[in-house]
């Protein structure tokens, strides 16, 4: 947010004239009124992005739910079990990958989603109806309103995107703080009419004020929970700040020797019907919300719900299920949570406005979050329109009768990098939105096509009963960076030909060097398709091979090993 400021670049444009007057004192009111502009301008183009983007994220479900009729369902009398549905889609879809199932129960007018990996490569949002349990078909993971959201929540860029979108929360605070000081008497202001009859300047910079005083409380709610974000990430995860919040649970898991009971030959799962009914049985007064299927044969599904909690969404309640017996396994409840997990859960829901679950409100309340959204963007914007409409009126003082002068000037202070209203940080604005573009087009290629011939592929080959291949590669968001370089992290895809991938125990990737050393291992978690294993490259490549495990259910290993730097030709085949 800016109001109409000139700040410290006005005096470029001023020149000798102001060298020629007295200076003026250092109030709090200048100091926080320079502060004020310098927060709204210097990052002006990327808080733009994040504030248009964040107004459209609020309405981006509803977006989507237009668009694609995949997703409107008539509501009925009554809904299916939710493991149902989870069960109609594998029967429906039998070679995907499932990661999640949003039962959508807190709406009647939409149906319940699952995002599923498909086998020829990009992942598909899968449609069905909550009411009749039916398969209504698939759209791209990559909707409109999902292209919104992912650029609201991380503007496309790997780890640095959503500290620069949280970073913005604490600029909006400071923005609100330093107006406030610099509006003195600012509660006069709530009933000041904007001067329209004055020159736009004027009449913008009177609306500018009366609509951020109005608006305040929505400009407190968006400031603070973005701060409390940007406390968690980067402040908590990247800087080592100390977490306020106590650590959640761990999940159970499956011992081996429960493991090892069930025999040989690749078990039986329960059906979701069985699952999401032991969950019911137990906690009768709870409406399943989201269905995770184990990432790993030793996890447990997880089956999340909504128990009428006030402030937080519909996951509030993760019940834990052995997935080849149906026994639950244990619960992490909210009336389990501490106070600071209970603030930390309420973020998403006020700063979203999905806080009225679907109920008949819902669409209400996210309208007038959209208003709000709509507010800030609106500040946002008119500040730089202010600033400019000051400093070109200073430049039309100081240099009228010379227009070629002044465009030559007014070119110049938009090209070098220390003019204009972004100053020093224009080429910072210019080289993070070229990211955004091309994290864009990489994000749509992905939820399209999946890896394809992305990242580093290695070939397909036979370990025992299995024919292993793999990809690899730096990041999702990184997916065009070669990912075998010295000292690098690389995220590894192990490919189990004929389907048979849940006919492994587990799977392991890790690298061993030419002695056959281990250097580095992870588990493999996730289903078909989206599962993979992350593993930390050595500073020297040479006689570095990487391998893969597959433990079958009769405890059997088999490996598999590809050189990392095999010739010369192996840098050509990094996608």
Known sequence: MAVESLGQTDAGYRGAAARGRPKRKRTASNIAFLIHSASGLWLTILLAVVMISGTITVLYAEIDWLIHSEMRISPGEERVN??????NLLEAYPDVGVNSLNTAVMTDRKAASALVAVPDGGFRSVWINQFTGEVIGDTPFVTVGQFINILHTNLFLPVVGRYFVNFFGVLLLISIVTGLITYKKFWRGFLRRPRFHRDARTW??????????????FLLIIGVTGTWWFYQDPLVSAAGVPDIIAERPTPPTITTAELNLLGPETPERRSGAEIVSAVQTAYPDMRVTLLLPPDAADQPFSVFGDRGEVLINGGANRIYVNPFTAEIMGAHLSEDWTAGQRVDAAMHPLHYGNWAKGGAADLTVKLVWFLGGAIISFLTVSGLIIYLKRTRHAAGTLLAGTKLAAAVRKGWNWIK??????????YVNILVVAGICAGGALVLSLGAEGLGDKGRQFETQTAGPFDIGAVAIAGLLEADLPPVRPGAHMDVYPKIADGRFRDARFIRVGLSDRDGEEL?????????????GHVHLPETLEGVRLWIEIEGWDNQRHRAYWPLISDAGEASRQG
């Open 204 to 217: 913008l910079g009177d609306l500018h004020r009366l609509t951020a005083l109005w608006s305040l409380w």
């Open 417 to 426: 990098p220390w003019g204009g209203p972004m100053g020093a940080l224009k």
């Open 520 to 532: 580095d291992s992870a588990v493999v978690e996730g289903a078909d398709g989206i599962g993979n």
């Open 82 to 87: 939710p493991g149902v549905l989870y069960d």
